[in-house]
């Protein structure tokens, strides 16, 4: 009787041990699944927090296309400008001749991006690209697209019919003229003095236009999608202006003359 009573006893440790061996690697291998879920589910968070800024620019862009080109274009545009007066004042310094500023303390415990530096037609360039060129340019380039569909262009007609259009046709010419037009009327100028700048300075504009944005146009109306396309425009002229100040430094200036300053001009 005891030893049937100690086997029973034997046996049943036994079992509850092979059982417990058992549910080990079922119990390491939810483990391993839960951790692995876990990780996949905090690599998906932290892609989705390093897409966040594109998305919610992506999502206003689809929303409000106009407004949104607004404010991308006054900061893009301000940035141009930023980049087109501060490279030529902090690669060639002060750029003046008026001797007299060498007895001004004022003016000489001041840096001389502090001194050269022209606020306001910083915020010239924000307001032209916030109100006149961003919603003009979203036309545009929306109008071109529709071009290009109604007449049933495909390949590599697409980017170079966009190109064509805009920069020999309509846009180039419209874009310059208003651009020096409403710089003009911004400082003060009558209808005569805007056309006269108008009419001195359009042509150079165009021919240094299209030496140096046909092939971005090209690349552009390529492979960019229409609504991103003002963007490059406005994000490479910030390059085309920091080459414009290294090659063309400002000129001299003296008390009775204005400081020649190359500014930008987006296509």
């Not at 932290?46 to 919610?56: D, G, H, I, L, Y």
């Not at 006149?132 to 569909?149: D, G, K």
Request: hydrophobic share 45%.
């Amino acid at each position: 009787m005891f030893r049937v009573a100690f086997g029973r006893i034997v046996s049943s440790q036994t079992s509850r041990a092979a059982a417990a061996t058992v549910g080990t690697p079922f119990l390491l291998s939810c483990s391993q699944r839960s951790c692995t879920h876990t990780s996949s589910r905090a690599a998906s968070t932290s892609a989705t927090e390093k897409k966040s800024f594109v998305q919610w620019y992506e999502s206003h862009l689809q929303a409000n296309p106009v407004p949104t080109k607004m404010v991308s274009g006054a900061f893009l545009w301000g940035l141009g400008d930023v980049v087109a007066q501060v490279v030529p004042i902090l690669a060639f310094g002060d750029t003046t001749n008026d001797k007299s500023k060498e007895t001004d303390v004022v003016a000489t415990t001041k840096s001389p991006l502090l001194v050269d530096y022209d606020f306001a037609r910083t915020a010239r360039a924000v307001f032209f690209g916030f109100a006149i060129h961003a919603p003009c340019s979203h036309l545009h380039f929306n109008f071109l697209e529709w071009m290009t569909v109604k007449f049933g262009f495909t390949g590599l007609a697409i980017p170079v019919f966009k190109t064509i259009m805009e920069q020999f046709v309509y846009w180039s010419w419209v874009s310059n003229s208003l651009y020096h037009g409403a710089m003009g009327a911004m400082q003060g100028q009558n209808l005569e003095q805007i056309y006269h700048r108008i009419k001195d300075v359009l042509w150079d504009t165009q021919k240094a236009q299209w030496v140096f944005w046909i092939p971005i146009q090209l690349l552009n109306f390529k492979f960019v999608p229409v609504r991103h396309q003002l963007n490059v425009v406005l994000i490479t002229s910030v390059v085309w202006s920091a080459m414009l100040s290294m090659w063309y430094p400002p000129e001299a200036k003296t008390k009775n003359t204005e400081n020649v300053v190359t500014e930008v001009v987006p296509t």
